[in-house]
C-alpha cells in the first residue's frame, strides 16, 4: 500500500533559502512580535491567528509565530496553512516528524499553551479486571501471567555471572530477527529498542556499573527471545541492573518514539558519477543496528548553530551479481549514495566531512515489509535520479528470496546519460539473471543517445510495464523527487493499478 504523506517542495524566492532563515533568526529581529516576552496562551487566543499574515500553530504544547517562516518553508504557505490556529502536532508527525522544530523556530516561541485542569480520577481499582491492574502497577508479572495466558506485551529480566551480564527481553512474538532489535550502550547508558510492527518495546537503564564498548545480542527466533550480553569492566557483583530511565519498560507506536541518535564516523567517500557520491559510515562498536529493506535514517549536523536533518536510505556497497544467497552486510558500516547539490547547505557540508570526521545517524524509520514482496510475479521499480536508493536492497532480496518471481524491471528516470548510477552494473545484471531488465529514460539527451527519451507519463508506463501473466501479482515500488512521485502514482492509478499495488518510499 503506497504511502498517502508526500510533500511537494516549492520552488523558493531567491533569498529564502534555509541559510537565509538561520541568518534571519540569528538577526535579533523581534520575530513573534512579542518583544522577548513568553506568554501562555489559550485555545481562544491561538484560533485568532489563522492568517498568512498572523500565523500561530502549536507543536507539542509549545505555540510559535510561523508567520515570518511563510516564505522560507520548503513545503510551501499552503502546508503550514492548514495547522494555522490550531494544534499541529498531528499534521506535523505525519509529514516531517524527524525535524527538529525546536531548533529551527526556537526565535519564533510565543509561548506555552494554556491547558484546563483535569479533574483527578476515582480510585476504580476495585472494579477492574486483573489483567488492566497489572497496568496499574498493582500486580507482579507472576500474578499477571497467571491472570492472563494471552497478554502479549513484552517483558524483561537480567542475571549474571562472574563476567558477564545477560538481558533478556521477552517479545512474545514469533519471527524476530536481528533487523528488529537496536542496541546502543555507551557510558554507562544501555538502551534497547524491539520493532514490533507499528510499536516498538523499549529497556532503557543507567547501568549500576561500567561495560566494555563491544556486547553481543543473540535471537531465539522461534519463541522471540533476545539477549543482550555485556561484559563487566570490573569483576564484582552487581545488585540492580541500573536506573530505569523515563521511557524504560515501555511499549508505544513507533511514532511516539523519539528519534535516538549515535555518532557514526566516515570511513570512504568514493565518487560514483559526477555530482553524486558513495559515503561509508562505520557504526560504534556499541551499537547493533541494522536497516531494513526500504527503510531510511535520518542524518544530523549542525550547521550555523542549527540543528538540520535529511533523510537517506541505506543501500549496498555494490550491486551483487551472485544470487545464491542475499548480500549480507557487515553489520558494522552504513553505506548512503548522496547527489551533492551545488547550491544545497546540508550536502556541501557533508562532502566537506573529512575522513575519520562524525556524523549523527538515527534509527531506522519506514512502513516498507517484505511481505509486500514475498508471494510477487512481478515487481516494477520506478526510479529518478538518487531515488535509486532504496531499489538496491529491495532487487537484491526479490531476486535471492522470492522463488515465484518471474519479472523485475527497472525503469530508471535521469536527466543526462552521466548522471546514471551503477549503470555498468545495472547491465551486467541484466546479463546475467533473464528476470532482470533495465530500461534507461532521460529527459535532455545527448545526440547519439539510442536509448528512450522523455519524463514519466501514462502513455509511458503502459507501454513499459507488462504483466508477465494475465492478472499476475503485481507490486510496483516508486521513488523520486516529490512531483515526478506524485505525478507516478496518479499515472499509475489512472491505469487502473489499486493502492495494495503501489508503494511510494517517501520521508
Known sequence: ??????????????????????RLTKSGKDLTGLKGRLIEVTEDELAKHNRKEDCWICIRGHVYNVTPYM?????????????????????????????????????????????????????????????????????????????????????????????????????????????????DCQHKRLRGEIILDDHSYLVEVDLDHEVQDDFAVNIAEKVGKVEIILKKKNRIQWKVLGLPLESHNTLIRR?????????????????????????????????????P?????????????????????????????????????????????????????????????????DISVSNPEGNFKKSQVEALEDLFLLAAG??????????????????????????????????????????????????????????????DWMGKQGKISSALLSECMKRSKKDSKVLICICGPTPFTEQGLQYLEDLGYSQEEMHAFTA
Not at 75 to 102: C, I, P, S
Not at 294 to 323: M, R, S, W
Not at 342 to 357: E, K, P, V
Not at 420 to 432: G, K, S, T, V
Open 71 to 183: 516564505e522560507y518553508h520548503p513545503g510551501g504557505e499552503d502546508e503550514l496553512m492548514k495547522a494555522a490556529g490550531t494544534d499541529g502536532t498531528d499534521l506535523f508527525d505525519q509529514v516531517h516528524r524527524w525535524v527538529n522544530y525546536e531548533s529551527m523556530l526556537k526565535e519564533c516561541l510565543v509561548g506555552r499553551m494554556a491547558f484546563k485542569p483535569i479533574a483527578a480520577p476515582k480510585d476504580i481499582s476495585s472494579t477492574l479486571p486483573e489483567e488492566k491492574k497489572q497496568l496499574n502497577g498493582m500486580l507482579s508479572e507472576r500474578e499477571v501471567l497467571g491472570a492472563s495466558a494471552r497478554d502479549t506485551t513484552p517483558s524483561y529480566d537480567w542475571f549474571q555471572t562472574d563476567d558477564l551480564i545477560t538481558v533478556v527481553i521477552y517479545t512474545k512474538q514469533k519471527g524476530m530477527n536481528a533487523e528488529l532489535v537496536i542496541v
Open 293 to 357: 529493506i526500504g527503510q531510511h535514517v535520518y542524518l544530523k549536523q549542525i550547521i550555523a548553530g542549527t540543528e538540520v536533518v535529511k533523510p537517506y536510505t541505506p543501500i549496498l556497497p555494490f550491486l551483487p551479481l551472485d544470487f545464491k544467497e542475499p548480500f549480507c552486510q557487515d553489520g558494522a558500516h552504513i553505506y548512503l549514495m548522496i547527489k551533492i547539490y551545488s547550491c544545497g547547505l546540508f550536502t556541501q557540508a557533508l562532502d566537506h566531512l573529512q575522513i575519520g570526521d
Open 255 to 291: 511514532t511516539e518514539r523519539g528519534l535516538f541518535y549515535r555518532k557514526c564516523k566516515l570511513v570512504s567517500k568514493t565518487e560514483v558519477t559526477h555530482d553524486t557520491k558513495l559515503f561509508c559510515f562505520m557504526l560504534p562498536k556499541s551499537t547493533h543496528l541494522q536497516v
Open 386 to 447: 538518487t531515488g535509486f536508493t532504496p531499489m538496491v536492497k529491495l532487487l537484491n532480496f526479490a531476486l535471492t528470496k522470492v522463488d515465484c518471481l518471474r519479472t523485475v524491471k527497472l525503469i530508471f528516470f535521469n536527466k543526462k546519460d552521466d548522471d546514471i548510477l551503477w549503470r555498468n552494473q545495472l547491465e551486467q545484471l541484466a546479463l546475467r539473471d533473464e528476470r532482470f531488465e533495465v530500461q534507461f529514460i532521460l529527459s535532455e539527451p545527448a545526440e
Open 1 to 22: 500500500m503506497f504511502v498517502h504523506f508526500v510533500i511537494f517542495q516549492v520552488p523558493l524566492k531567491p533569498g529564502r533559502s534555509l541559510m537565509d532563515w538561520i
